[in-house]
Nanobody, 119 residues
């Protein structure tokens, strides 16, 4: 099992910034992909950004140029720097990873952290 714990959410005015952090812990695992999803009320959960093993990144079109994902492999942490926030970025943000344990790959989710952007 891999536990993902997010932090850094909160309330911010439009145009402001927030930095989310996610720490992965567990025994004998390696992360293939780690990133962030979000879910706004009444909407489906969507990919925000992810880092694939080797360092390549994917971003949702709606956040490109405003959000930056990064990771610290030594700490098993991933970060999401969110700048120029908009009210439509309001959502619960979930950390997600695809981790290899022994010969199998599993998907894990964090508990989520609320981000609210006021206009």
């Amino acid at each position: 099992q891999v536990q993902l714990v997010e932090s850094g959410g909160g309330l911010v005015q439009a145009g402001g910034s927030l930095r989310l952090s996610c720490t992965a812990s567990g025994r004998s695992f390696s992360i293939n992909v780690i990133g962030w999803y979000r879910q706004a009320p009444g909407k489906e959960r969507e990919l925000v950004a992810r880092i694939i093993r080797g360092g390549s990144t994917d971003y949702a079109a709606s956040v490109k140029g405003r959000f930056t994902i990064s990771r610290d492999d030594a700490k098993n942490e991933v970060y999401l720097q969110m700048n120029s926030l908009k009210p439509e970025d309001t959502a619960v943000y979930y950390c997600n990873c695809d981790a290899q344990i022994a010969t199998n790959t599993f998907r894990f989710w964090g508990q989520g952290t609320q981000v609210t952007v006021s206009s």
